[in-house]
Every structure is written in structure tokens, then in C-alpha cells.
């Protein structure tokens, strides 16, 4: 399941404590008017309110519609395969994405950067490090994604007819957009290399043989 960003009043979204997407139960702040008599009445505090995990019992304090505790990300954490050279930039991104939604998609933009430098690409030009890589045959969702990320970090650094202050959703799109580029170029093919691995030699000598392989 994609990862849904916690948002007040939300059902249901991936938990910042435990990180699962779970249903969230919210309850709002009362304050009591006391009386002489020790006797008052209690008026709901419409801009204090709480938010219970169903999954790990956890809450989160939201004042208004910002979440105030914990102080954590609202944008996806980054791929368990995201090289380390990478991960630092994604981490700083996210950690500035709701004060920042342009440093972040800037960051982002560097992330697309040493990424195609880790799939073997050594331009200084993040255009050609794309073009080289679609004549490897990158798929073409892929590409776009890439070019998503190229751009709208672009316009980020080069302000131009796209206002990422003014549409922070775009911005946290773009961790999503990341992470998929990370799962179909570096996950899935890890994947694939050992489920091959774990068939038997006879096996792996009989694909060898059929394609030609030495």
C-alpha cells in the first residue's frame, strides 16, 4: 500500500510512531468553566485535538490542522534500498518538507542526480544522465518519473511557472515518485538476481546455455 501522509482529521494513514497505515481515533480538548458551587460546564476546544493509533496505542497532539507532536515527517520515509549516498539528501528533504516544500523538491532534484551517477551515469547533466539511461532501456514510467522530479526541482532552485510554496502536495508527491524510481531500478532487480541465484546450477547452466551466455 502507498504511503498516506497523516492529515487531521484523516481515518486512517500511515502512523508516525509505528509508520502502518492504521485507523486513527480523534478525540478534542475540553475546557471546564467552574461555578461557585464547583459545578460547570465544558466547552470543546475545537483547536486542540488528538489522534489515537488503532495499531500501536501511540497519539499525535495536532493544534489547529499542524501536528505538534511528535515532530515528525509527513512525507514518506525512504525505500529500505536507497543507496546511503542518497538516503542523506531524501532524510534532509523530508525533514524540511512542511516548513520548506521548495528546499524540499530541491533536495529532491540532488537525489535524481546521484542517482543516475549510482545506475552508472557520470554526466554533469541531469538531461543527458536521463537520455543516457532511456537508451539502456528504462522503462518509460520510469523516465517520466525521473523527468517529474527533474523539473519541478528545477523550478524549486529556478523559480518558474510552478509555485511549490503554494502547493506542498506537489512536493510530497515527489518522495513517492523517489521511491518508486528506487523500487523498479535498484529493488526490483535485486530481487529478481536472487530468486535466480536460488535456483539450482543444473538449472542456471540450461538458461546459460539457451541464451548464449559463457
Known amino acids: ?34 461555578q461557585k458551587e464547583g459545578v460547570g460546564t465544558a466547552h470543546m476546544v475545537e483547536s486542540l485535538s488528538m489522534a489515537f493509533c488503532d495499531n500501536c496505542d ?14 515528525q515527517p509527513t512525507a514518506p520515509p525512504a525505500s529500505p534500498d536507497m543507496p546511503d549516498e542518497i538516503l542523506t539528501d531524501y532524510d534532509e528533504a523530508r ?29 554533469d547533466n541531469i538531461n543527458d544522465d536521463i537520455g543516457s539511461l532511456v537508451e539502456k532501456g528504462l522503462p518509460a514510467r520510469v523516465q517520466k518519473a525521473l523527468d517529474v522530479v527533474r523539473v519541478v526541482g528545477n523550478n524549486a532552485v529556478h523559480p518558474g511557472q510552478i509555485d511549490i ?48 551466455d559463457d
Open 1 to 34: 500500500m502507498d504511503y498516506v501522509s497523516a492529515e487531521h482529521g484523516k481515518e486512517a494513514y500511515n502512523c508516525p510512531h509505528c509508520l502502518a497505515y492504521s485507523r486513527q481515533e480523534w478525540r478534542y480538548g475540553l475546557r471546564a468553566c467552574a
Open 58 to 71: 501511540a497519539f499525535s497532539i495536532w493544534f489547529n490542522d499542524q501536528m505538534v507532536f511528535p515532530d
Open 95 to 123: 525533514s524540511v518538507a512542511e516548513n520548506s516544500p521548495r528546499a524540499a523538491a530541491a533536495l529532491l532534484r540532488l537525489t535524481i542526480q546521484k542517482l543516475c551517477t549510482h545506475l552508472g551515469e557520470s554526466s
Open 165 to 212: 510554496n503554494d502547493k506542498p502536495e506537489i512536493a510530497l508527491s515527489l518522495f513517492k515518485l523517489v521511491n518508486m524510481i528506487v523500487d523498479v531500478m535498484i529493488s526490483q532487480p535485486q530481487e529478481v538476481k536472487e530468486l535466480f541465484e536460488s535456483l539450482p546450477e543444473g538449472a542456471k547452466k540450461q538458461i546459460a546455455e539457451r541464451d548464449g
